[in-house]
C-alpha cells in the first residue's frame, strides 16, 4: 500500500546522505520534498502542513550529535513524527471489568465489517477469549447469513434473529445478545452493525440507538483505506454521527496510496487500533504505529541501529578512526578498537540482521561467530604495537610467534593480515562513496 510514498521518502532522505553539515537550506528543500510525496500519497492538507512544520522546526532546531550524521538526524525526526501522527504508543482494546466487553462496528457498506467480526473474533479466540458474534446488520439480504459464515469459520459462536422473522430490530437483538453472552458466558460480544453506501441521517441514528443500548467499551470504525480522502470526511461524519473510540483500517493490502491510514488519526483525534492487509480471516493484526512507521520508511532496522549507535558512540574514538579511513591510515590497533566498540552495540548476527536487505543473508549471518572473532582479537593482542601500525613488516618469524603467543595457527595470522588489507580498502571506497 505505501510502496511508493515508501520509495520517494527513501530517495529523498538518501540525497541527504554524504552532507557534512545541512544548512536550512538543505532542510527546506527535503521538506518540501516530504511535502509532495505526502500530498501525492493522498495524506489530508492539514496533516500535511502540520507534518512539514513540525520536522523543519526539529532539523534546524537539531542539536549537531557526535553518534548521528546529519541524514539520520533527519530520518530519525521524520521517524518520530510519522510515529506521532500515527497514533504514538500501541492502543489495546478496553476491556469490561464486568464482562462481557461490548464492541460495536460501525462504517459504510462494504468497508469490511463483516469480515472484521470474524477477524477481530479469531485473533481474540487466539489470545484466550470466548467471542460471541451479533447480527445487526438486517438491512443487507445477506448480511445475517455472511455473519454465520464468518463466525463458522473463525470458530466462534454467532447470535442472529430467526430468519423469516421480518425485518427485526436491530436494537432489541443487541439487547438480547448481552443476556445470551451472560448465559453462555462469552467474555466479549461483538456487533456486527448495518452500512450503508453512503453517510445517511437513519443509519446515523440506528447505531447510535444500538450503541445507547448496549454501552460498549469500545465503538471501532471501519474505513476502507482504499477510499482515499473520503476515508477522512467519512470518519468525522460517524464522528459526530455516532461517535467511536478507535479505527480499523482495512484494504491495506490493496495498491492505493495509502494517504487515508496517515489522516484519519490525526484529523479525528482517535486511535488506529487494528489493520486488516486481505480477505482472509488472519490477513489482521493489532496496529502498531512505531512498526507502519519504520515500514513506511523502509529502512528495515536501520532505526533500531540508530539508537543503538546514539547510545554506545564514543565521539572521540569515531572521530579518529573516521579520519584514518579517510586518508587510509587505519591500522590493526584502530580495527581492534573498532572491533571491541562495535561489540559493545550487541552481538554481530544482531547488528547485521537489523540492515535492509538482510533478510536474505540469513544463512551468512548463522555464519557469523562470536568465537571467531574473540580469536581476531587475540591474535592482534599478541602483536607489538609495531606490528600493529605497519602490518607489512610481519615476515615469517615474526607470524610463528604471534601465533604461538595467541594459541592459533600460522595461517590465522595470515588470513587476519590479509582480510585487514581487503577490509582498509573497501572501508576507503566506502568513504570516498558517502563523502566521509
Ligand atoms: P461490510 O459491508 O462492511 O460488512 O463489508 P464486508 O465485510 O462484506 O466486506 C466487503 C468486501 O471487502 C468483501 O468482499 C470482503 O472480502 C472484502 N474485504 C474485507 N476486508 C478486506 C481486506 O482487508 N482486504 C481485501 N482485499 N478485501 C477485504
Same mark, same amino acid.
Given at each position: 500500500?505505501?510502496?511508493?510514498?515508501?520509495?520517494?521518502?527513501?530517495?529523498?532522505?538518501?540525497?541527504?546522505?554524504?552532507k557534512?553539515?545541512?544548512?536550512?537550506?538543505?532542510?527546506?528543500?527535503?521538506?518540501r520534498?516530504?511535502?509532495?510525496?505526502?500530498?501525492?500519497?493522498?495524506?489530508?492538507?492539514?496533516?500535511?502542513?502540520?507534518?512539514?512544520?513540525?520536522?523543519?522546526e526539529?532539523?534546524?532546531?537539531?542539536?549537531?550529535?557526535?553518534?548521528?550524521?546529519?541524514a539520520?538526524?533527519?530520518?530519525?525526526?521524520v521517524?518520530?513524527?510519522?510515529?506521532?501522527?500515527?497514533?504514538?504508543?500501541?492502543?489495546?482494546?478496553?476491556?469490561?471489568?464486568?464482562?462481557?466487553?461490548?464492541?460495536?462496528?460501525?462504517?459504510?457498506?462494504?468497508?469490511?465489517?463483516?469480515?472484521?467480526?470474524?477477524?477481530?473474533?479469531?485473533?481474540?479466540?487466539?489470545?484466550?477469549?470466548? %467471542?460471541?458474534? *451479533? &447480527?445487526? /446488520?438486517?438491512?443487507?439480504?445477506?448480511?445475517?447469513? @455472511?455473519?454465520? !459464515? $464468518?463466525?463458522?469459520?473463525?470458530?466462534?459462536?454467532?447470535?442472529?434473529?430467526?430468519?423469516?422473522?421480518?425485518?427485526?430490530? %436491530?436494537?432489541? *437483538? &443487541?439487547? /438480547?445478545?448481552?443476556?445470551?453472552?451472560?448465559?453462555? @458466558?462469552?467474555? !466479549? $460480544?461483538?456487533?456486527?452493525?448495518?452500512?450503508?453506501l453512503?453517510?445517511?441521517?437513519?443509519?446515523?441514528?440506528?447505531?447510535?440507538?444500538?450503541?445507547? &443500548?448496549?454501552?460498549?467499551?469500545?465503538?471501532?470504525?471501519?474505513?476502507?483505506?482504499?477510499?482515499g480522502?473520503?476515508?477522512?470526511?467519512?470518519?468525522?461524519?460517524?464522528?459526530?454521527?455516532?461517535?467511536?473510540?478507535?479505527?480499523?483500517?482495512?484494504?491495506?493490502?490493496?495498491?492505493?496510496?495509502?494517504?487515508?491510514?496517515?489522516?484519519?488519526?490525526?484529523?479525528?483525534?482517535?486511535?488506529?487500533?487494528?489493520?486488516?492487509?486481505?480477505?482472509?480471516?488472519?490477513?489482521?493484526?493489532?496496529f502498531?504505529?512505531?512498526?507502519?512507521?519504520?515500514?513506511?520508511l523502509?529502512m528495515?532496522?536501520?532505526?533500531?541501529?540508530?539508537?543503538?549507535?546514539?547510545?554506545?558512540?564514543?565521539q572521540?574514538?569515531?572521530?579518529?578512526?573516521?579520519?584514518?579511513?579517510?586518508?587510509?591510515?587505519?591500522?590493526?590497533?584502530?580495527?581492534?578498537?573498532?572491533?571491541?566498540a562495535?561489540?559493545?552495540?550487541?552481538?554481530?548476527?544482531?547488528?547485521?540482521?537489523?540492515?535492509?536487505?538482510?533478510g536474505?543473508?540469513?544463512?551468512?549471518?548463522?555464519?557469523?561467530?562470536e568465537?571467531?572473532?574473540?580469536?581476531?582479537?587475540?591474535?592482534?593482542?599478541?602483536?607489538t604495537?609495531?606490528?600493529?601500525?605497519?602490518?607489512?613488516?610481519?615476515?615469517?618469524?615474526?607470524?610463528?610467534?604471534?601465533?604461538?603467543?595467541?594459541?592459533v595457527?600460522?595461517?590465522?595470522?595470515?588470513?587476519?593480515?590479509?582480510?585487514?588489507?581487503?577490509?582498509?580498502?573497501?572501508?576507503?571506497?566506502?568513504?570516498?562513496?558517502?563523502?566521509?
Open positions: 500500500m505505501f510502496d511508493t510514498l515508501s520509495d520517494r521518502l527513501t530517495s529523498v532522505l538518501q540525497n541527504l546522505r554524504g557534512g553539515r545541512l544548512t536550512d537550506a538543505d532542510i527546506d528543500a527535503t521538506a520534498e516530504i511535502r509532495i510525496a505526502l500530498l501525492e500519497a493522498d495524506v489530508a492538507l492539514p496533516v500535511v502542513r502540520t507534518f512539514i512544520a513540525k520536522i523543519k526539529r532539523a534546524k532546531g537539531a542539536e549537531v550529535s557526535g553518534a548521528l550524521n546529519p539520520q538526524q533527519v530520518i530519525k525526526i521517524n518520530e513524527e510519522l510515529v506521532a501522527i500515527l497514533g504514538g504508543e500501541t492502543r489495546r482494546l478496553n476491556l469490561a471489568k464486568t464482562p462481557p466487553t461490548v464492541i460495536m462496528l460501525a462504517g459504510l457498506q462494504g468497508a469490511g465489517k463483516t469480515t472484521l467480526a470474524g477477524k477481530l473474533a479469531r485473533w481474540l479466540k487466539g489470545q484466550g477469549h470466548a %467471542p460471541m458474534l *451479533v &447480527a445487526c /446488520d438486517l438491512q443487507r439480504p445477506n448480511a445475517v447469513t @455472511q455473519l454465520q !459464515v $464468518v463466525a463458522e469459520r473463525a470458530g466462534v459462536a454467532v447470535y442472529a434473529p430467526e430468519p423469516g422473522n421480518g425485518v427485526g430490530d %436491530p436494537v432489541k *437483538v &443487541a439487547r /438480547d445478545s448481552l443476556d445470551e453472552a451472560r448465559r453462555a @458466558q462469552h467474555d !466479549v $460480544v461483538i456487533v456486527d452493525t448495518a452500512g450503508r453512503g453517510v445517511d441521517e437513519e443509519l446515523m441514528r440506528q447505531a447510535s440507538d444500538i450503541r445507547a &443500548a448496549v454501552s460498549p467499551e469500545e465503538v471501532l470504525f471501519v474505513v476502507d483505506a482504499m477510499i480522502q473520503d476515508a477522512v470526511t467519512t470518519a468525522e461524519a460517524f464522528r459526530d454521527g455516532v461517535g467511536f473510540t478507535g479505527v480499523v483500517l482495512t484494504k491495506l493490502d490493496g495498491d492505493a496510496r495509502g494517504g487515508a491510514a496517515l489522516s484519519v488519526r490525526e484529523v479525528t483525534g482517535m486511535p488506529i487500533m487494528f489493520a486488516s492487509n486481505g480477505e482472509k480471516l488472519e490477513d489482521f493484526d493489532a502498531h504505529p512505531d512498526r507502519m512507521a519504520s515500514r513506511i523502509g528495515g532496522d536501520v532505526l533500531t541501529l540508530i539508537e543503538q549507535a546514539e547510545q554506545h558512540f564514543d572521540a574514538q569515531a572521530e579518529k578512526a573516521a579520519a584514518k579511513i579517510g586518508t587510509g591510515e587505519l591500522t590493526l590497533e584502530d580495527f581492534l578498537e573498532q572491533m571491541l562495535v561489540r559493545k552495540m550487541g552481538p554481530i548476527a544482531n547488528l547485521l540482521g537489523m540492515l535492509p536487505g538482510a536474505q543473508m540469513k544463512d551468512a549471518l548463522a555464519q557469523v561467530d568465537k571467531s572473532i574473540d580469536r581476531l582479537q587475540a591474535i592482534i593482542r599478541g602483536m604495537p609495531a606490528e600493529r601500525n605497519d602490518p607489512k613488516i610481519i615476515n615469517a618469524s615474526r607470524r610463528l610467534r604471534i601465533a604461538k603467543g595467541s594459541g595457527q600460522v595461517r590465522e595470522v595470515n588470513d587476519l593480515v590479509n582480510r585487514f588489507y581487503d577490509a582498509k580498502k573497501m572501508m576507503q571506497q566506502m568513504a570516498g562513496r558517502f563523502g566521509m
